[in-house]
């Protein structure tokens, strides 16, 4: 039985976009086939986003040039899926000067092999940003069709009103990183102004009210990391056993692996909060949309929060 994928509407256009994204990240190094299959699993599930940057692969637009190699859409199937590309970041810095950003997407486009890019996002927050300059890039780049949307990703509420100062075109999406143990996005909300608690303090300025407030959609990376790049919090039983307890209980009860429950937690969430995936196991793509739609009640959700560590005060 294929599992149902709970899909959201993109705010501010007129596409409907699965709760679950394909990451393509980790794929420079597999064949045409492999990649294909992976691509097709994810179709199969329901998943209609495909996530890139130009920077994945350990050379520029690699990941995204693999992509292009293995995976052909004819003009109906590449009109259903939403292909999203990321800019911003080079070596040693980051820029988002109009010539790097019309550079980049240049490049994405022929690695890809499509005409545009569906979404473009802002990667990492440029301290140096001219937001006239953003602005003259996405309009270069709607005027010749070669983005059709933008976003950005990593960035505060305030760093996104600076760039609409200027920017005309609705930002969309806010690519961030969110999973049951890292949610500082979620969890400082929870225990505002509780005086000597680490997890009152805010670190991303109230953006999860603000997107919601705004309808932004925000976009979940590592959705089963434990910290930055620490490893996964599925079955390490060492550092999370009441977490991992929980999950299994969770996953056998809704009949779904506990990567799904991992996945469930997120996509509960009514901010309509996007997972991207990072994996190239066509077997965790199934698992992970076999948990989008899993219905976890208040007290399941809550459940989750406190077994992974944090405070209902």
Known sequence: MVPKMKTYELPKTDRTVSSVI????????????????????????????????????????????????????????????????????????????????????????????????DLLLLHRPDTLVEPEQVASAFDKLQAAGKVRHFGVSNQTPGQIELLKTAVKQPLVVNQVQLSITHAPLIAQGVAANMAGLDQSISRDVGLLDYSRLNHMMLQAWSPFQKGFFDGVFLGDRENFAALNDAIDELAAQYGV?????????????????????????????????????????????????????????
């Open 22 to 117: 394909l990451g393509l990240m980790r794929i420079a190094k597999m064949s045409n086939a492999e990649i294909a299959k992976l691509v097709g699993t994810a179709r199969d599930v329901g998943i209609n986003v495909f996530d890139h940057a130009d920077i994945y692969g350990g050379e520029l637009h690699r990941c995204e040039a693999r992509f292009g190699e293995a995976v052909s859409f004819t003009a109906a199937e590449r009109e259903a899926v939403v292909i999203q590309s990321k800019a911003g970041i080079r070596k040693g810095f980051f820029d988002f000067s109009e010539e790097h950003i019309l550079a980049a997407v240049d490049g994405s486009l022929a690695a890809l092999r499509t005409d545009y890019l």
């Open 257 to 313: 692996t506990p990567t799904g429950i991992a996945v469930a937690w997120i996509t509960r969430h009514p901010a309509n909060i996007q997972v991207v995936l990072g994996t190239t196991n066509p077997t965790r793509v199934k698992d992970s949309a076999a948990g989008s739609d899993v219905p976890l009640t208040r007290q399941e959700w809550y459940r989750l929060f406190t077994a992974a560590g944090h405070k209902l005060p």
